[in-house]
């Protein structure tokens, strides 16, 4: 049988990590990948020596901050593409979208929020009742839908190495985040990893300080949720830990989802 591996992968700046990420595709060959916080504009993405390894490209970035990207094995239909929140004001690149062999592909940097009642905090939660708005929408004319990324909220405490830390009144863990990711799940949306993982404890995200990963002081942030209508083809999920353990890695490690 047939099957498509797509994975999500917050690569904190892809100038940096580019070598990780060519090492990776060839280690996994992933059909489809998402990318969040390449902090690259435009003409700077490195789309040929992708193609060189058999990816095709579409991207929205911006210098230093923010940055999303799909990179496909498979045909993308490029007139498909969103770029951005439709109908929200916002100069941020943390959205795209694409329709890639029948599955429709969103990909999401969601905001981190900085703290609990600041005003990035509110920004964070305007943002995502837009991406509410938006994907209830998406997913009537797109019913296989696949929603992933660095959404910056751990779903609940098995998603985090302390909960008495990672409390409601913290950022990623706070009551309203995690109720907001809710109810973008409500639409009709499963977290991939756990249709096959029950247990606590695994992480794709660790604090460079503080030997965060060595001590596994982490959290799962980095999510890939798929539709009512992929979830009997939803044959296995993961997250891969390796990227963690190279030279100078992302903070992030890849967060996989197999459709059989």
Known sequence: MDTTTIASW????????????????????????????????????????????????????????????????????????????????????????ATIDGLRIV??????????????????????????????????THPKLVVMGDFNIAPDERDVHDPAVWNDDHILTSTAERAALRRLMDLGLHDSFRLHN???????????????????LGLRIDLCLVSDALRERCTAAEIDREPRTWERPSDHTPAMVTLG
């Not at 911006?62 to 940055?67: A, I, L, R």
């Not at 029950?198 to 990963?213: C, H, I, K, P």
Request: with cysteine; hydrophobic share 40%; proline share 4%.
């Open 107 to 140: 990909n999401l940097y969601v905001v981190n929020g900085q703290d609990v009642g600041t005003d990035k905090y509110d920004y964070k939660l305007r943002w995502l009742e837009a991406v509410h708005a938006w994907l209830a929408q998406e997913i009537k």
């Open 198 to 216: 029950s247990e606590g404890g695994v992480f794709s995200w660790w604090d460079y300080r503080a030997a965060g990963f060595r001590r596994n």
């Open 10 to 97: 917050n690569v904190n700046s892809l100038n940096v990590r580019l070598p990780h990420l060519e090492e990776w595709l060839k280690l996994r060959q992933p059909d489809i990948v998402g990318l969040q916080e390449t902090k690259l504009e435009d003409p700077r993405f490195p789309d040929s020596v992708l193609a060189g390894l058999g990816y095709r490209s579409v991207f929205s970035g911006q210098k230093t901050y923010n940055g999303v990207a799909i990179l496909s094995r498979l045909p993308i239909d490029e007139t498909s593409c969103v770029m951005g929140i439709p109908g929200f004001e916002d100069d941020q690149k943390r959205v795209i979208a």
